[in-house]
């Protein structure tokens, strides 16, 4: 299958899911994907969970992941 989303759809792969990809996403990831000019699709699973443990992180020291922190702490 051959995904041809619009202009407002989103591609999603059933692994992203598998790897911690909740809707609806935080902001963090639109920052982010913003950030680096990048889509939902461009991304790995691996980079999904990565997202995800920095998101829980945050969360649990009570603090809101924002694209700054991402920056501080990972480099694509």
Known sequence: MIPKPQATDVVVFKDFCLCGLRFPVARFLCQVLEAFEVQLHHLTPNGIITLS??????WSYGAKPNAGTFYEYYEL
């Not at 443990?53 to 945050?58: D, Q, R, V, Y």
Request: with cysteine.
């Open 53 to 58: 443990k920095l998101c829980w992180a945050c």
